[in-house]
């Protein structure tokens, strides 16, 4: 080896902890997080088998987990709603229901919490008896247009119940458009709109499906989620969700994702978020509960991974545990 090759030593600026974080580039904690959070018509907690740690909560149970994750720095929170079969119709007419479980929820939470952020899934399934995102034709296609007027209407109901953000999850064309305008018809121009852009057809949403129940009766998603083997694709996406008025555009799954998280934060000046799902919260918790892999280091890795391609924002099922985490040292 020549001297000169010896010039540049990078290990220089990795000898001690003071100069690795000073010269650290990219950071995660709290403050980027959005915590995902189960919530069913029931009182009690049920724990969701394929998501240890993770429950379906009864009413005081998820107010509890709030407050915990508020006290270590959580302030935004996503609300999915776990239905009982009887509820559920082809329609997903209790997605817009005032009375249901979401818009009860939301108000509860801001009456307690008013500077809590409060993300809603804009989308049928946890509804619909066919367990598709749309409503499904006599034919079995997933109709657009029929179910983007449904999505309005929940998504005003959600606005309407105290939602900050409604985050359409459906993967249907041109609902951000429509979305945005009945919210701003109604008065609701300060509800922001969080789109799915690019929601890949992914085997990662499995426990989800497990802990909502809502995995498709028949068929699969494809005809409307992205194929995974795409990413020019979700230029397109970026483009007509920002064209058609979204706030923030998200990428999911993120983990094996990267590089779709660095081409939307490429191709937008608009702030990203990416969604760890239910199949990677999964694979890591399995992981390590067997000891295969050291926990904490491990979720935190994942997590600086989907910051560093580009995400100023993550939904994660860690978000409470790591804000413990952090709050510990
Ligand atoms: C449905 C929805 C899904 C997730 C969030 N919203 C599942 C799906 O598309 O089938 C998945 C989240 C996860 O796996 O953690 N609109």
């Given at each position: 080896?020549?001297?000169?090759?010896?010039?540049?030593?990078?290990?220089?600026?990795?000898?001690?902890?003071?100069?690795?974080?000073?010269?650290?580039?990219?950071?995660v904690?709290?403050?980027?997080f959005?915590?995902?959070?189960?919530v069913?018509?029931?009182?009690?907690?049920?724990?969701?088998?394929?998501?240890?740690?993770?429950?379906?909560?009864?009413?005081?149970?998820?107010?509890?987990?709030?407050?915990?994750?508020?006290?270590?720095?959580?302030r935004?929170?996503?609300?999915?709603?776990?239905?009982?079969?009887?509820?559920?119709?082809?329609?997903g007419?209790?997605?817009?229901?005032?009375a249901?479980?979401?818009?009860?929820?939301?108000?509860?939470?801001?009456?307690?919490?008013?500077?809590?952020v409060?993300v809603?899934?804009?989308?049928?399934?946890?509804?619909?008896?066919d367990?598709?995102?749309?409503?499904?034709?006599?034919?079995?296609?997933?109709?657009?247009?029929?179910?983007?007027?449904?999505?309005?209407?929940?998504?005003?109901?959600?606005?309407?119940?105290?939602?900050?953000?409604?985050?359409?999850?459906?993967?249907?064309?041109?609902?951000?458009?429509?979305?945005?305008?009945?919210?701003?018809?109604?008065?609701?121009?300060e509800?922001?709109?969080?789109?799915?852009?690019?929601?890949?057809?992914?085997?990662?949403?499995?426990?989800?499906?497990?802990?909502?129940?809502?995995?498709?009766?028949?068929?699969?998603?494809?005809?409307?989620?992205?194929?995974?083997?795409?990413?020019?694709?979700?230029?397109?996406?970026?483009?007509?969700?920002?064209?058609?008025?979204?706030?923030?555009?998200?990428?999911?799954?993120?983990?094996?994702?990267?590089?779709?998280?660095?081409?939307?934060?490429?191709?937008?000046?608009?702030?990203?978020?990416?969604?760890?799902?239910?199949?990677?919260?999964a694979?890591?918790?399995?992981?390590?509960?067997?000891?295969?892999?050291?926990?904490?280091?491990?979720?935190?890795?994942?997590?600086?991974?989907?910051?560093?391609?580009?995400?100023?924002?993550?939904?994660?099922?860690?978000?409470?545990?790591?804000?413990e985490?952090?709050?510990?040292?």
């Open positions: 080896m020549t001297r000169l090759s010896l010039r540049r030593r990078p290990r220089r600026n990795r000898k001690s902890a003071a100069i690795r974080d000073a010269c650290r580039e990219t950071t904690g709290p403050a980027n959005v915590y995902p959070l189960f069913h018509e029931r009182d009690d907690d049920i724990p969701i088998g394929s998501m240890p740690g993770c429950m379906r909560f009864g009413r005081r149970g998820l107010l509890a987990e709030i407050e915990r994750a508020r006290a270590v720095g959580i935004m929170f996503a609300i999915f709603p776990a239905l009982t079969d009887e509820l559920k119709d082809p329609r007419s209790k997605s817009f229901d005032p249901g479980l979401v818009p009860r929820t939301l108000s509860e939470i801001k009456s307690r919490w008013s500077d809590t409060l809603t899934d804009v989308a049928l399934d946890p509804y619909s008896s367990g598709h995102d749309g409503i499904v034709g006599p034919d079995g296609r997933i109709l657009n247009d029929e179910t983007v007027e449904v999505l309005c209407k929940q998504a005003l109901c959600q606005a309407r119940a105290g939602a900050d953000v409604v985050a359409p999850s459906d993967m249907m064309d041109g609902r951000v458009g429509a979305i945005r305008d009945a919210l701003d018809a109604d008065g609701f121009a509800v922001s709109i969080l789109a799915y852009t690019a929601k890949y057809a992914s085997g990662f949403y499995g426990p989800f499906r497990e802990a909502l129940d809502s995995a498709p009766r028949h068929g699969d998603k494809k005809t409307y989620q992205m194929d995974p083997a795409n990413v020019r694709e979700a230029e397109l996406e970026v483009e007509l969700d920002e064209a058609e008025g979204a706030d923030m555009l998200m990428v999911k799954p993120a983990g094996a994702y990267l590089d779709v998280i660095a081409r939307v934060r490429a191709a937008t000046a608009l702030p990203v978020a990416a969604y760890q799902v239910s199949g990677e919260y694979m890591l918790k399995a992981a390590s509960e067997r000891g295969w892999l050291d926990e904490r280091r491990v979720v935190m890795e994942s997590l600086v991974a989907i910051r560093r391609a580009g995400a100023d924002v993550i939904l994660t099922y860690y978000a409470r545990q790591v804000g985490w952090l709050a510990e040292v």
